[in-house]
């Protein structure tokens, strides 16, 4: 299958200007004295940002097939190694919930961030350059690069302006993320002795034998499992929540974990098909049980954060039964719903932080109550209470109705396994959110409604879950094409007896 790349001539370099405007930035931090003069900088270069990366959106052509605004330039040459970026309808809704993220995470620590002021924000500024990097990169070593590249401002974040376990979590962070890696680094050099190039478009353009395949797979698997995180490799998550600051846990959840995922359509369905159509009842199986395993656990939680920590468990459990559900429908599902768990999610955290600055407490019982006399903060945490456990006319609902669908139309039975997961979510919202508003134990005396500066953190988020809502198709547009291209490299006679497959499983499970 040839692969088109088109530069859009216009905006050849837009994508290099979005990765390294932050990152240069974060060095311009160390000459400014002045720690508010820091924070206003910071919040100028994510705001250019964000409006850079429109042109992606508005000059990106759905209809054409392969990878726009491509720059390619040599790296490394006697190791085959290249600066090669572009993008297509999968990368582009990430690298647009990226940015948008960029002023928010600049806004919400405003206050939050008491020491060493400008050095978090330099972690700011660099973790979202890192991040388009992720998203953007077409040789696959250069993906490597930013993938782990990312581990430094994040351990960084969690470790200095954490909570009291702060260096336990970001311990166990990069532990996790880099043990999963080795087997990544594995994979690609695989790859490269195969191929003898780094370049992803290429590399998709190969024959890859089933056997191998298998062994990608589960490379790749091993790094991207961890980032979603897939059950059992999840228990850096809830750790890594608690304990980061409000912008690292926002950052963590609406964008670090879609790297898993991203990273399981970028190159576990794109370069190995075959073993994605022969592991996919495991996979579906695993994201049942993240699904079940982490509504329960978020149930039982006192703590807001931990709540939300082991709610985005289970939601990433829909994004991958949605993509090895191997059709169009669930993987249209599994889109929306990486980017609107991102808008919610995000959404979330903002509010348990902005609640941490008023109790200092995230309990439950000691902010019971809190948001009664708090009418703006109730709004908001009404529109993502909602939306989180997936209420029609909220954005989430779109992704998961689409990824239960997908369910059903494997086996029925796959289907009633999962609808549990979607009344668990319903039950541990409405109770968090029923204790924090109507319930009478809370002080209220620390009852402050959200400012100016949070309302603007929060709106944007507000609006689009709305918006997307009702109207989704402006992701779908641009998503669609490539996610076609996608699963057309599956095998269409081994795709055919998928279902086949999930109802042995299914099966052999009950029996």
């Known amino acids: 299958m040839e692969l088109l790349l088109h530069p859009n001539t216009l905006n050849t370099h837009l994508l290099s200007l979005i ?67 572009g993008i297509d309808g999968i990368s582009l809704p990430m690298i647009l919930l990226t940015t948008l993220f960029g002023p928010i995470v600049v806004l919400c620590s405003w206050n939050y961030i008491k020491i060493r002021v400008k050095s978090f924000l330099a972690c700011l500024l660099l973790t979202q350059g890192i991040m388009v990097g992720v998203f953007a990169a077409l040789d696959v070593m250069l993906f490597y690069f930013f993938f782990e590249a990312l581990l430094i401002p994040m351990f960084l974040m969690i470790a200095v302006w954490g909570g009291p376990r702060r260096m336990y979590a970001a311990v166990k962070f990069v532990l996790y993320t880099l043990g999963g890696s080795i087997f990544l680094l594995l994979a690609l050099i695989a790859l490269y002795l195969k191929a003898d190039t780094f370049s992803l478009p290429v590399i998709m353009g190969m024959s890859i034998s089933p056997q191998m395949q298998f062994w990608l797979f589960l490379g790749f698997l091993a790094a991207f499992a961890v ?55 495991v996979m579906i199986l695993l994201s049942i049980v993240a699904i079940l395993y982490g509504g329960f656990l978020a149930l039982a939680q006192t703590d807001v954060k931990k709540l939300i920590a082991y709610s985005s468990v289970a939601h990433m459990g829909f994004v991958t039964l949605g993509i090895f559900s191997l059709g169009m429908k669930g993987n249209q599902g599994a889109m929306l719903q990486m980017v609107f768990h991102g808008l919610t999610t995000g959404g979330l955290f903002l509010l348990a932080g902005m609640l941490y600055e008023r109790t200092h407490s995230r309990d439950l019982e000691v902010n019971a109550g809190m948001a009664r006399l708090m009418p703006g903060f109730a709004f908001f945490l009404g529109i993502f209470s909602l939306s989180s456990l997936g209420f029609p006319g909220t954005a989430s609902f779109v992704g998961e109705f689409l990824c239960l669908t997908a369910a059903f139309e494997l086996d029925y039975r796959v289907g009633v396994w999962v609808i549990p997961g979607a009344l668990l979510a319903a039950a541990y919202m409405f109770r968090m959110f029923l204790k924090l508003t109507w319930d009478a134990k809370g002080d209220k005396s620390l009852a402050i409604d959200i400012g100016f500066r949070e309302w603007v953190c929060l709106g944007p988020l507000a609006v689009l879950i709305l918006v997307f809502g009702f109207n989704p198709a402006p992701i779908m547009e641009v998503m669609n094409p490539a996610l076609e291209t996608m699963l057309s490299r599956l095998p269409a006679e081994q795709a055919t007896g998928l279902i086949a497959s999930i109802q042995g499983l299914v099966q052999s499970v009950l029996n």
């Open 227 to 281: 980032k979603v995180p897939m059950v059992p490799v999840h228990t850096w998550l809830p750790a890594a929540h608690v304990e980061a600051p409000t912008a690292g846990s926002v950052i963590l959840a609406s964008i670090l974990l879609k790297m898993g995922t991203y990273g399981l359509l970028r190159f576990n369905l794109t370069l190995a098909p075959v073993a994605s159509v022969q592991l996919a009842p």
């Open 19 to 85: 990765i390294f405007l932050p990152v240069a930035s974060a060095l311009v931090l160390a000459i400014i004295r002045d720690d508010n003069a820091a924070k206003f900088f910071s919040l100028l270069v994510t705001s250019v940002v964000l409006i850079l990366s429109v042109p992606l959106y508005t000059r990106f052509d759905p209809s054409l097939l392969g990878f726009q605004f491509v720059e390619q330039h040599p790296w490394v040459k006697s190791a085959g190694l290249s600066y090669f970026l």
